[in-house]
């Protein structure tokens, strides 16, 4: 396959992707504050976690050996507790030490949630960056030589690179995205980009090496620029999904072979917290020095948006979303998930999600941070206030429908129990009924049964109804029986393997996979048209000569296959993701029945939809007869999707599923189900509950499934 070209088309990306109120915290620059008597940054003493392993080792309590591989590299990492399997790799020229740096001699940087330490094989200096819990992050090096007690000097000179437009203007972390020559030189006529986890992953990573995998979605590490004069960077799969870099460079020298993806996720989203919590910290400080009272006037003006800003921040609300799972390789995402705290039932905001979002509960763990707890009391109860009426639904704007109920009820819980000096007013929205153990019971009570007594279809929408809603167990041993009693029945067959690949571990899941793109691939198979839509759903990335068969049906043939191809090559990667969605909107406009009705089902499918092909969907939604069948899934697409400021519109498509959920047919009434559920808005809770007794062990399946979802933590 050609080598995919990304074109940079926006310099500043990160912080481009998040627009908010005139007055944000980039526009007030404090460049002059170091000196400040509110802050004096190089005179006040500090008490980061660096300058007491400093003191530590000057008193002789603290003793760091030197080894001839790494010179102090691992008994500092085991000093400052940062754990190998956070390391990332920076393959560009760039940072203080760039002419060490290359793809053959890469920096490693470790962290953990105040320090970060860089290292460079045969580079003379261990770099240092720690967050003081009031005076931003404070600048370290130690030479790389043999001596009795070694020196850990603080080094001002950072602030050339670190107080800047990028990092809010307060000492902090830089964390870019740059255009690099094969010798690693950053060309920075290209410009950069600010990389945060607003920033879209395509644009993640340029200079940096990434180990990992993430499904059809793209993004520039692993790769550079090759023609000089064309802001291009050759994207390609030899630069993307790497498990290790054991064959790139040579990994004497360093702790690890891995730079992982969800490190690299981790740190990009806690760099630019780290910065909105110094900054905000540093004007409140600032604006009570001058005040008659001491006190700063958190209610209006750029304090006020100050703490907005950040409450935006922490709840992930400009969150570029991800469209495909991701998966580290170094064991970072385990190690990081372990930390906690976590409240009385085990969960904890380090837990990822990594499937559609960074964390299952898109609240920011730095909330925790001893920078965080060190803001002065009046911030911290400010910003308390405003996530208790963004979590309680005081606040109504459309930018907050993205955490639902489920999400809101789980962090207000979690933190109920983790953060001494939350307010007892703090409450999460009362958006109707809850799902309660009991309900919960019944709902897992229906699938389980489903999954031990109903036959095929309904056996497999049993089976991934419990994988959704992590409740796997059973669901393989009950499919390795259907491979031995029906594994050769075509079109059911397509069924057992889907079940098989989302319940067997990676190598085996590759496995299953290939077997439905083979079904697919025999183009005079009886089970073509299932296999396609199963690899669709499945997230299959089609290459190569893959990819031109998907693409020869979806522009030769007619009817389900040519969508259900269609909705394959949108998965399949950048190239095809934009005008792939407008040709999925445009069968909308099909006389065929049957392809309105799978266009609409695949786009419901889609994790987001550009605004043309919304216009489109909304458009088809609204001109649907009412008797027709294909309404239900063109309701279910334009519900999901419809963006925010579409209040009235999303809530007539709801009305109507509810209707659906009611009185349509059997598969009317099962797709209102996903739909509601995915919704995970409670307020049906009490239609669904209902459900769970219909005649119809489809519908009951639809109904637990939705309830589950809605409940899940």
Same mark, same amino acid.
């Given at each position: ?5 990304? /074109? ?41 976690? /660096? ?12 003793? +760091? ?10 008994? /500092? ?13 920076? %393959? ?144 390609? *799969? ?79 609300? *400009? ?7 991701? $998966? ?38 730095? +909330? ?18 405003? %996530? ?59 699938? $389980? ?95 190569? $000569? ?57 786009? $419901? ?109």
């Amino acid at each position: 396959m050609k080598p995919a070209r990304f /074109v940079a088309l926006f310099v500043g990306a990160g912080l481009g992707a998040a627009v908010v109120s005139a007055g944000q915290l980039t526009e007030r620059p404090l460049i002059r504050a170091l000196a400040h008597p509110a802050i004096e940054y190089y005179t006040r003493p500090t008490h980061d976690l /660096v300058a007491e392993l400093k003191s530590r080792i000057e008193d002789g309590t603290a003793q +760091i050996p030197f080894d001839e591989s790494t010179g102090y590299l691992r008994p /500092v990492l085991d000093a400052l507790h940062l754990p190998v399997e956070s390391q990332m790799l920076v %393959m560009s020229k760039t940072g203080v030490q760039g002419l060490y740096t290359g793809p053959s001699n890469p920096r490693a940087i470790y962290f953990n949630d105040a320090v970060t330490v860089g290292y460079i094989k045969g580079a003379p200096l261990l770099e240092f960056a720690v967050e003081d819990p009031e005076q931003g992050v404070i600048f370290y090096t130690l030479d790389q030589k043999p001596q009795q007690r070694p020196v850990i000097e603080r080094k001002p000179a950072c602030l050339s690179c670190h107080q800047v437009y990028s990092t809010l203007h307060v000492p902090g972390m830089l964390t870019r995205s740059v255009f690099m020559a094969p010798d690693g030189l950053p060309l920075s006529q290209f410009g950069s980009y600010d990389a945060d986890d607003r920033t879209p992953f395509r644009r993640r990573w340029g200079g940096w090496y990434v180990t990992g995998t993430h499904g059809a979605m793209r993004h520039i590490g692993n790769a550079v620029v090759t023609d000089r004069e064309k802001r291009d960077v050759t994207v390609s *799969d030899s630069t993307l999904h790497p498990i290790s870099l054991e064959a790139t460079f040579d990994g004497r020298g360093y702790l690890s072979t891995h730079s992982d993806i969800v490190a690299l996720m981790v740190f990009a989203h806690q760099s630019h917290m780290t910065n909105l919590i110094t900054r905000i910290g540093w004007e409140a400080r600032i604006a009570a020095a001058a005040a008659p009272d001491h006190r700063a006037d958190l209610s209006t003006g750029s304090l006020r948006d100050g703490v907005i800003e950040l409450v935006d921040y922490l709840f992930f609300v *400009d969150e570029d979303p991800l469209a495909a799972p991701v $998966r580290g390789t170094s064991g970072f995402a385990e190690t990081f998930a372990a930390q906690g705290p976590a409240d009385s039932r085990g969960r904890s905001l380090r837990q990822f999600d990594l499937e559609r979002r960074l964390l299952k509960y898109p609240c920011s763990y730095m +909330i925790y941070s001893a920078a965080f707890r060190a803001l002065p009391a009046a911030v911290r109860m400010a910003i308390y206030g405003r %996530m208790g009426d963004v979590l309680s639904g005081r606040d109504p704007n459309p930018k907050y429908a993205r955490l639902s109920g489920a999400d809101r009820r789980a962090i207000v819980e979690i933190l109920r129990e983790t953060v001494p000096d939350l307010p007892n007013r703090f409450s999460a929205a009362t958006d109707g009924a809850q799902v309660n153990d009991s309900l919960s019971s019944r709902a897992l009570r229906v699938l $389980r049964d489903a999954l031990d007594k109903e036959d095929r279809w309904i056996k497999v929408h049993a089976a991934e109804a419990l994988l959704a809603v992590g409740r796997p167990d059973g669901v393989l041993r009950a499919f390795e029986s259907e491979l031995t009693s029906k594994g050769a029945e075509a079109k059911y067959r397509i069924g057992i393997w889907r079940v098989l690949a989302q319940s067997t571990s990676e190598h085996e899941r590759e496995q299953w996979v290939g077997k439905i793109l083979t079904a697919f691939l025999d183009t005079d198979g009886p089970d073509r048209l299932h296999a396609a839509e199963t690899l669709a759903k499945l997230g299959y990335h089609a290459r190569g $000569r893959e990819a031109d068969a998907f693409e020869i049906v979806a522009r030769t043939r007619r009817g389900s296959l040519a969508v259900d191809a269609q909705w394959v090559l949108v998965n399949s990667g950048p190239g095809n993701n934009v005008n792939g969605e407008m040709r999925l909107a445009e069968l909308l406009d099909s006389d065929d029945d049957g392809t309105r009705d799978d266009a609409a089902y695949a786009i $419901r499918h889609l994790p987001k939809l550009s605004s043309a092909a919304w216009e489109k969907l909304a458009a088809a939604a609204k001109r649907e007869p009412a008797h027709s069948g294909v309404r239900a899934n063109l309701m279910s697409a334009a519900f999901l999707h419809a963006p925010p400021g579409e209040n009235a519109q999303k809530a007539s498509f709801k009305a109507e599923l509810v209707k659906y959920a009611q009185s349509g047919t059997t598969d009317e009434k099962f797709e209102a189900c996903a739909v509601l559920g995915q919704a995970g808005e409670s307020d049906v809770l009490p239609l669904l509950a209902g459900l769970l007794e219909s005649h119809d062990p489809d519908v009951r399946v639809g109904a637990a499934q939705a309830i589950l979802r809605i409940g899940r933590p």
